[in-house]
Every structure is written in structure tokens, then in C-alpha cells.
């Protein structure tokens, strides 16, 4: 059974930093990919950042540079770490993985949230002006 648990988020001024974790169980990176997703009041949810098997990370436009994801192997525990947050950040973070058989057949994209099948509870990110 796949669990994710989050952990890491709070409130911090504009210009302040964050780190998230992700604590997985039945479930590592090497599988297919991990990732964090982030959804925010009224807004759709969206990928912010994934690590593949093969520890090739990517991000998206809105956090490059400032979001580094990475996993510590010995823990089975990812991580987001945040720096230059904005207000336009503020949502609740979730970790995510995919089915791995289903997501190397159909060759799914990691960034997706709809590749997605096993979800975290969420982890509530507040930045103030």
C-alpha cells in the first residue's frame, strides 16, 4: 500500500523560503517518478516539480530557479525546497506518484496531475506581502 505523507508547510513573509518533505511508504521514485503538485483557492491543480527514475528533474516555468526538488534514497523521503516565494505561491503542496506499470506504458508525462494515482493529504503554503 502507497502512502505519502507531507510535512514542511507554514506561513512566511514574501521573499522567504520553505522546505517540503514527503515521506513514502510502498512507493520510491525509482518506481517511475515522484513529484509535487500544488493547488491553490479556485485554481486548478498543477505540477510544480517531478523527479523520474532516473533522478532527472524538471520544473515548471513558474518556479525554476527558485524550487529545487530532490529525495533522500536511505529515507525514502522527497523534498521541495523553496526559496523567493511569492504571494502567487501560496496553495496546498502535495506529493504524488503514478501507477508505475500503467505510467510506463502509456508513457505518461510526470508534470501531469492527472498521471498521477496516489496522492498525499497536503501541506498548506501561506506567503504574505
Known amino acids: 500500500q502507497v502512502q505519502l505523507v507531507e510535512s514542511g508547510g507554514g506561513s512566511v513573509q514574501s521573499g522567504g523560503s520553505l522546505r517540503l518533505s514527503c515521506a513514502a511508504s510502498g512507493y520510491t521514485y525509482r518506481n517511475y517518478c515522484m513529484g509535487w503538485f500544488r493547488q491553490a483557492p479556485g485554481k486548478e491543480r498543477e505540477g510544480v516539480a517531478v523527479i523520474d527514475r532516473n533522478g532527472r528533474t524538471s520544473y515548471s516555468n513558474f518556479v525554476k530557479g527558485r524550487f529545487t526538488i530532490s529525495q533522500d534514497n536511505a529515507k525514502n523521503t522527497l523534498y521541495l525546497q523553496m526559496n523567493s516565494l511569492k504571494p502567487e505561491d501560496t496553495a496546498i503542496y502535495y506529493c504524488?506518484?503514478?501507477?508505475?506499470?500503467?505510467?510506463?506504458?502509456?508513457?505518461?508525462?510526470?508534470?501531469?496531475?492527472?498521471?498521477?494515482?496516489?496522492w498525499g493529504k497536503g501541506t498548506l503554503v501561506t506567503i504574505s506581502s
Open positions: 504524488a506518484a503514478p501507477n508505475p506499470v500503467v505510467a510506463d506504458t502509456l508513457r505518461l508525462s510526470c508534470i501531469l496531475p492527472s498521471s498521477m494515482d496516489y
